[in-house]
């Protein structure tokens, strides 16, 4: 291969490195939005200003109120905010999953569907729900928020929202996106600001195309 040629290659290559992944970025988010945040979330039962206190200072008679106060409410109380950042299109939302978990996503604790609803353009949305959670180790949940640890819950959200386009709606643009939520001793979710929800598995996947295409054009232009 003479040089002409390497690097007639190498212009190519680069120009799909700078190319492929703005077609892909403007085809995948012709619509932004939505975006969602939880706002607030709180675990009665790791509030421990909430617990039953006892006059007794036997750490095993504490323990045992502890528990059987958790058992009572294991609910968990959450706020979420739907954001639509569009300014020219309305949107509808089919059903939304929401799947809570604690410590990973394998522990599923509790699931709740938001049911469908429109949401004009630049509108804010809240839905503060309460969940019943099965499955949460309160006990061990507990004793970590008590020595000033915090506790971690997931929220993972699925939809396929659709979008107002003037005479008819879009296909159905599938959301799949979530959040980790650290929890104190207040029973409060830790940071203050609103946590958004989101996922960095598409960015992941073309930050690796970028790379093989950038490692092929190294190879053309070193060897050739």
Excluded at 18 to 26: A, E, G, K
Aim: net charge neutral.
């Amino acid at each position: 291969m003479n040089t002409f040629t390497g690097f007639f290659l190498c212009t190519l290559l680069t120009l799909a490195i700078i190319s492929i992944p703005i077609t892909l970025t403007l085809t995948t988010n012709v619509h932004r939005g939505p975006r969602f945040y939880v706002k607030e979330f709180y675990v009665p039962a790791l509030d421990l200003s909430q617990l039953p206190t006892t006059s007794n200072n036997n750490n095993n008679n504490k323990n045992n109120s502890i528990n059987n106060s958790i058992i009572t409410n294991p609910c968990l109380f959450f706020d979420l905010a739907f954001f639509n950042i569009e300014d020219e299109h309305s949107v509808r939302y089919g059903d939304v999953n929401l799947t809570f978990s604690y410590g990973s996503r394998n522990n599923t604790v509790a699931n709740y569907v938001v049911g469908s609803f429109d949401q004009g353009w630049l509108e804010v949305d809240y839905r503060r729900e309460v969940v019943e959670s099965h499955g949460v180790p309160w006990e061990d949940a507990v004793k970590a928020v008590s020595n000033g640890s915090t506790v971690v819950f997931r929220v993972d959200l699925a939809a396929r929202p659709k979008f107002w386009e003037g005479w008819w709606y879009s296909k159905k643009k599938g959301v799949r996106i979530g959040a980790d939520v650290e929890v104190d001793g207040t029973g409060l979710k830790v940071k203050k600001k609103d946590i958004r929800l989101n996922s960095a598995a598409s960015q992941r996947g073309v930050g690796i195309y970028v790379l093989f295409l950038s490692l092929l054009v190294a190879w053309e232009c070193l060897f050739f």
